[in-house]
């Protein structure tokens, strides 16, 4: 007998990394997915969590995606993603910098998500330590020690609007550093870093031989301040990574396209993982993304300006309610709101708050222990559904704990 006559049933044992993904952060959407049943079970839901807004794609956009699937587009692309669109990602960063890369620097990937995976494969491993600046996205835990690297957190400070603190980042630093990961405009708490903090955190990475690997998804949405990428400073380029996508940008999230742009080397490894990964992206939606990098769609100041009168409506409501602390976002498409005040943590308000009022948000605990006692709410609705949510939201805290 093949099990030597043992009559266990289990399975055999599975690899480290599925503990090294499995972390609190793995449940970040455990309401959201409780959501979508209460829906489906006839509840009606105002969604506020995913970071899905109800913008449509640009019709333009979809028609050269028609027009690729009409001309046999439908084939392997080359592993690294079709040339005209990497020389399209390419010349919006030299434009963006004033600076010359080159399409060989570029590598496609499906989603922002799995081009962020794999520049922390390539770039760190077994032994080695990451750090996250937290609040941070709920993915990037699993991201930074899927590899077998060990997470280092450095919380940022709301009395700074989660402003970059040089201090408290070098002060995390130790021999076993390879990678420092930063995103601007920042996902919970939509905080835009200074071209100053850039700057001082990109000379720490070079001066400590660390990898900055730069989230810069909603660049395309900052609405004060302006936005700064590490490619802007010409000695930062040989450490750093850049991986953003067109999904907030071009109301594009189900797309699931996104790239890096990274030295050479880098991005030939990128290449490499890719085969092992993914293999490439196909071809219709390469055309697509192409065309609108090349020919951005008019719609696009448009949900840009939606977006910022949304986050003006959301917040100035859930400012005016009390025992909640807003803060308010300088992009992006979120606001942390800390309901500490009401004696309770984020998880608990969100999961009453479902409850009662129907409204789903996603508690603090997915982007760090320090973060705990917030919720995160997205702006992801027309007007006046989120003035509903807050009217909402405001008859739950008056009636909190009753």
Request: charged share 20%.
């Amino acid at each position: 007998m093949m099990n030597g006559g043992n009559d266990k049933t289990e399975s055999p044992p599975f690899s480290r990394l599925t503990k090294k993904i499995s972390g609190p952060r793995s449940r970040a959407w455990d309401i959201t997915d409780r959501a979508v049943q209460m829906e489906r079970d006839g509840r009606e839901i105002i969604h506020l969590g995913v970071g899905d807004p109800d913008f449509d794609t640009p019709q333009c956009i979809i028609d050269a995606a028609i027009e690729g699937m009409q001309s046999s587009r439908t084939h392997y692309a080359p592993v690294p993603g079709e040339t005209n669109l990497r020389k399209a990602v390419a010349r919006e960063y030299s434009a963006s910098t004033g600076s010359h890369f080159s399409y060989e620097q570029v590598v496609i990937f499906p989603g922002a998500q799995a081009a962020l995976f794999a520049t922390m494969l390539c770039l760190s491993g077994p032994g080695d330590e990451v750090i996250l600046l937290e609040p941070f996205y709920a993915t990037y835990e699993g991201v930074a020690c899927g590899g077998g690297a060990d997470c280092v957190t450095v919380p940022l400070s709301a009395d700074t609007h989660f402003g970059l603190d040089i201090d408290r980042i070098a002060a995390a630093v130790t021999g076993k550093t390879r990678v420092i990961l930063a995103n601007s405009p920042g996902n919970p708490t939509g905080a835009v870093f200074s071209r100053e903090g850039w700057i001082e955190l990109a000379e720490l990475c070079r001066k400590e031989n660390i990898w900055l690997i730069s989230d810069e998804v909603y660049s395309g949405l900052v609405f004060d301040g302006d936005y700064f990428s590490p490619l802007n400073i010409p000695e930062a380029r040989p450490n750093s990574a850049v991986v953003s996508s067109v999904s907030k940008s071009h109301a594009m999230t189900g797309w699931r396209l996104g790239w890096t742009i990274t030295p050479p080397e880098l991005a030939h490894h990128l290449d490499n993982l890719s085969q092992s990964m993914v293999f490439g992206v196909s071809q219709f939606t390469q055309d697509a993304v192409t065309h609108a990098l090349r020919e951005p769609p008019a719609e696009l100041d448009a949900i840009r300006e939606a977006t910022r009168r949304r986050r003006n409506v959301l917040c100035d409501a859930l400012e005016k309610i009390a025992g909640l602390t807003v803060h308010r976002p300088a992009g992006g498409m979120f606001v942390m709101v800390d309901v500490s005040a009401l004696g309770c943590d984020g998880n608990r308000f969100a999961n009453e708050l479902l409850d009662a009022e129907g409204v789903a948000v996603v508690p603090g605990f997915a982007f760090g222990d320090s973060v705990r006692d917030c919720i995160r709410i997205g702006y992801l609705h027309d007007e006046a559904v989120l003035k509903e949510a807050a009217d909402k939201i405001g008859r739950f805290v008056d009636g909190f704990g009753s």
